[in-house]
């Protein structure tokens, strides 16, 4: 079900379901598959999002909600679009398959350029059902649907529906607009792609903008080789300690890089513990200076110092 935040309704910001959206990643790496997640490695284009006056406004939904399953990688799935009043903009009947039935607020008869945005989070509702992918409570299944859509090339029609100026407050979906950059940016750095001329909404630009320069953070964070003086001089700190706090800050929303060391074994010395910047999956490698680490759930390579 797609949330509608309406004209009038204020917009979430910041980074308040991190943790979530951080976990999404890697379980959707951890149910597809480094080679499965690198088949997305084409996004929903522009004009399969298109969709103006002059279209037939069922057969341009259809072709619409086609184009959203193909960039899904459903290709034997078909949706079956329909208008009503309702207060969400969205919302699926999750079945067997292979037709599904979508639901769509009355309001894209008319606003129809926000209408490929509401069809990416159910047709990801879609696939994360056919991959027997959920998390435990609804607000979390929620975020995860959203991080899908965005990681596997979709959801920046989510980020680019969201508006906010004197007179209108709009997002779609669960994520703040700066997590959807996040989730957009770690897409962008995987596969060497660049969203920004994508965006027809400056505040989605500028919310993609804030998200990437958190996302670049995750890649400059020890024990990783490109982190700052500051951020080596606390790793440093630590290690000495054996033991002790990350590298981040209470200005840091993601937390820290959580790093933690344990003993390796009897007189071993230590090993270090840290999240992969790409997948998020937690590494643990021993403290012995510079060396490679291969993350075994991404296979990313990994430069670190520690």
């Known amino acids: 079900m797609t949330k509608n935040r309406g004209p009038g309704s204020p917009v979430e910001h910041g980074f ?18 480094a080679d499965g997640i690198r088949a ?64 769509v607020n009355d309001r894209f008869r008319t606003h129809r350029r926000d209408l490929a945005a509401a069809l990416a989070h ?35 029609l989510l980020l680019d529906a969201y508006r906010e100026d004197a007179l209108t407050h709009q997002r779609f979906g669960y994520l703040t607009p700066e ?13 060497g792609e660049d969203p920004a001329p994508w965006f027809t ?23 990783l080789t490109a982190a700052g003086p ?26 820290g890089s959580a790093y933690r060391f344990e003993p390796e074994g009897a007189g071993a010395g230590l090993r270090v513990s840290f999240p992969c910047p790409v997948c998020a999956q937690r590494l643990r490698v021993p403290v012995r200076g510079r060396l490679r680490a291969r993350c075994g759930l991404c296979l990313t390579v990994l430069d670190c110092t520690t």
Do not use: C
């Not at 505040?203 to 020890?222: F, I, K, M, N, S």
């Not at 500051?230 to 440093?236: T, V």
């Open 122 to 156: 159910e047709v990801a509702h879609v696939l994360l059902h056919r991959l027997d992918l959920r998390f435990p409570g609804t607000a979390e299944n929620e975020i995860l649907t959203d991080t899908a859509a965005a990681y596997l090339g979709a959801g920046w």
């Open 16 to 33: 308040p379901h991190l943790a979530i959206v951080r976990a999404s990643i890697t379980a959707l790496f951890r149910r597809l598959s």
């Open 179 to 191: 997590e959807f950059g996040y989730v957009l940016a770690k897409r962008a750095a995987l596969f």
């Open 40 to 103: 997305y490695d084409t996004s929903f284009t522009p004009a399969d999002a298109a969709f103006d006056a002059t279209d037939d406004l069922h057969l341009g939904a259809q072709r619409v909600a086609a184009a959203t399953v193909r960039a899904l990688r459903l290709p034997d799935a078909r949706m079956v679009v329909s208008f009503r009043a309702m207060e969400q903009a969205a919302a699926v009947e999750l079945a067997a398959g292979p037709e599904y039935f979508v639901e």
């Open 230 to 255: 500051l951020a080596r001089r606390r790793y440093a700190k630590a290690r000495r300690a054996g033991a002790g706090p990350t590298d981040g800050s209470a200005a840091d929303p993601a937390g």
């Open 201 to 223: 909404s400056p505040q989605a630009y500028e919310a993609y903008v804030r998200g990437r320069a958190l996302a670049e953070r995750d890649h400059r964070r020890a024990p």
